[in-house]
Structure formats: C-alpha cells, structure tokens
C-alpha cells in the first residue's frame, strides 16, 4: 500500500545554517507531494507543493527536490530562523497520505 | 490563520456521548476534508467532500462516525457512543479542486482536540 515515510524523527541544526529534511514514498503513481510545518498545538501549514512533471521548485528560503527514479522528496530550507522548529511534514496526492514527521530544532 | 475555522477548539466528554465538530472552509473552495491526527503522528485522511457529495471515507471512519456537508459550505463532523480511542486532533482542510486529478494546496484549519474521559 501506500506509504509515506522520513528518515529522521529529529534533526537540530545551528540558527543560521541549511537544513534538508528528506522523504521516502513507494506510489510511483504519485503525481503531487506537499511539505507542511506544524507547530505545537496548530494545524499544518503549507509550505510548498511540487508536481510529478518537476524535478525541483522554490519558494521563499524552501527548496524542495523531487527525485522520482528513487522516490525520494526532500526539503531544503536556507539561513534557518528560531520560528523555523516545527514538526515538517510530506504528503502525497489528494487524500494526502502523511509520514511521522520530522522534528526540527533550531539551535540559537 | 489560513481562513478555514473550526468550532470548538477543544472538547472534553464522558464515554458514550456524542459530539459534533464544525468546519467552515475558505468560501471559494469547494473541496472539504476531515483528518484525524494523534500524538506524535502524521494526520490520517477520514473523508472528504466536493461541494455537497461526500466522495470517499476512509476504513478509519467506523459506523459511530457521520460526516455531512449540507449546503456545500461549513461542514459537521459527528462521533456517537464516543470511546477513550477517539481521542485524538479532528483537522479539516479546505482546497479549490477542479476536475479528476486535479490536486491543489490543502489549508488546515487549527483543529478541534477531543479527550474522551
């Protein structure tokens, strides 16, 4: 079945630095995957999307990479900030199937 | 805030009885879901609606489970006979849809936190 997965429930990274948060999902039917934030006690908020036809987008300081040879999606997010700790998300899809998350901290 | 509201925003009940949340979606959009989401846990999808049809529930959504979304706008989420596994963060999210296949960016409302004593 479908399954979206992460490979770090924790990652800390320096305030300042680059982090990349990475994403596994085995649909190769998948067409259209999604990084959300959570922070404690809110809903998820969306961050970026990224459609099976592109190999990489930008947004604001957010990069992700889609890798469909491996199945692999990642999010890469530059000069990290404090209010950038929250739970990160990837989704697939309409009915957005959802991995654990990963857990970032932003060390000051 | 991302202009999707949900009502309440916490909810505290006994074993056996029944609640019902409430969502109100971004106006324009005619895509609504139903998420359920436990601690330390990605959200699970539930079900979801396009205007009024309630097109597909998840094996997740027993029978003690009813969801409708009357007029195509706010939509209700209501749990019978409600058990201490129930508790759990109810997400709804609303999207503009457009034909098969067309997927466009979910905003998620803050949630309704239910603890079932």
């Known amino acids: 079945g479908e399954s979206v997965g992460l490979h770090l429930p924790t990652l800390s990274v320096q305030e300042g630095d680059n982090s990349i948060i990475n994403c596994a999902y085995s649909n190769s039917a998948s067409d259209y995957f999604i990084w959300y934030k959570q922070e404690s006690g809110k809903g998820p908020q969306f961050i970026i999307d990224?459609?099976?036809?592109?190999d990489k987008r930008q947004g604001q300081r957010v990069t992700v990479l889609l890798n469909k040879t491996v199945k692999h999606l990642s999010l890469q997010i530059a000069a990290t900030q404090p209010g950038d700790s929250a739970v990160y998300f990837c989704?697939?899809?309409?009915?957005?199937?959802f991995g654990t998350g990963t857990r970032l901290t932003i060390i000051p | 805030d991302t202009g999707v509201s949900q009502n309440p925003r916490h909810k505290i009940t006994k074993r056996g009885q029944n609640v019902t949340f409430r969502c109100d979606p971004i106006s324009e959009h005619n895509r609504l879901y139903w998420y359920r989401q436990t601690l330390g846990q990605g959200p699970e999808f539930l079900t979801y609606f396009q205007n009024e049809a309630q097109l597909e529930k998840s094996r997740l959504l027993s029978d003690r489970f009813s969801a409708e979304r009357p007029k195509g706008s706010f939509s209700t989420l209501e749990i019978q006979r409600t058990e201490q596994g129930d508790s759990a963060m109810y997400l709804c999210a609303s999207s503009l849809g457009g034909g098969v296949g067309s997927y466009n960016e979910q905003f998620f409302g803050p949630g309704t936190r239910l603890t079932v004593l």
């Open positions: 989704a697939e899809n309409m009915k957005l199937t």
């Open positions: 990224i459609r099976s036809n592109m």
